[in-house]
Nanobody, 127 residues
Framework: QVQLVESGGGLVQAGGSLRLSCAASGLTFSSYNMGWFRQAPGKEREFVAAIRWSGSSTYYADSVKGRFTISRDNAKSMVYLQMNSLKSEDTAVYYC????????????????????WGQGTQVTVSS
């Protein structure tokens, strides 16, 4: 079965950095655009960043542009999110998402059409 397993979350001070990782298994990784979403308490899950199946293109929400970087390693079936200059408003559970290439809503992945989700990893930024 398909599994997306996130890691790397934790507690960090404002201005600090974290690197999230997502290990994918059970799917043809290079057939999926990959993304990161986040959900804060009482809020809807929102799009953060996406990377094309080939790694050739990336796309970011305005709120993280210039601070976060998404990358992938197709040989290892891994996707990463480097988060710098973290702010308290970045506090949320971060989810890895796999969006099948055909029918994808690239570049702004639609959370209602994501094929697979990870279990999430908590990121807490203290001010």
């Amino acid at each position: 079965q398909v599994q997306l397993v996130e890691s790397g979350g934790g507690l960090v001070q404002a201005g600090g950095s974290l690197r999230l990782s997502c290990a994918a298994s059970g799917l043809t990784f290079s057939s999926y655009n990959m993304g990161w979403f986040r959900q804060a308490p009482g809020k809807e899950r929102e799009f953060v960043a996406a990377i094309r199946w080939s790694g050739s293109s990336t796309y970011y929400a305005d709120s993280v542009k210039g601070r976060f970087t998404i990358s992938r390693d197709n040989a290892k079936s891994m996707v990463y999110l480097q988060m710098n200059s973290l702010k308290s408003e970045d506090t949320a559970v971060y989810y890895c998402a796999a969006d099948f290439l055909y029918g994808s809503t690239w570049p702004a992945l639609d959370r209602k059409r994501i094929n697979y989700w990870g279990q999430g990893t908590q990121v807490t930024v203290s001010s």
